[in-house]
């Protein structure tokens, strides 16, 4: 499989191809030796994936309001 090294994929590229080879293997039309080579080679990029928003998603600053509502700068990102 002649693919580029997935840690230099943006995600979208990641993404796409990742969408495209569960396409095939929900297929089934893949003969065994290449599912499992694509197989492996989707958790690859779904880790990329995961890594790369997680990583967005520490970037992400929200505005902090003051008392008056007016803005007061900004604050880390929290999930919770």
């Known amino acids: 499989m002649d693919a580029d090294p ?4 943006s995600f979208e590229q990641a ?3 990742l969408e495209t080879i569960v396409r095939t293997l929900e297929q089934g039309s893949a003969p065994l030796d290449e ?3 694509l197989y492996q080679r989707g958790d690859k990029l779904k880790r990329h994936c995961e890594a ?3 990583s967005a998603q520490m970037r992400i600053e929200q505005i902090a309001l ?3 509502g007016s803005p007061q700068g900004t604050k880390p990102f ?3």
């Not at 997935?6 to 994929?9: A, K, Q």
């Open 52 to 54: 790369r928003l997680k």
């Open 15 to 17: 993404l796409a191809e």
């Open 35 to 37: 599912s499992i080579e």
């Open 78 to 80: 929290d999930v919770d």
């Open 66 to 68: 003051g008392p008056d």
């Open 6 to 9: 997935v840690e230099e994929m």
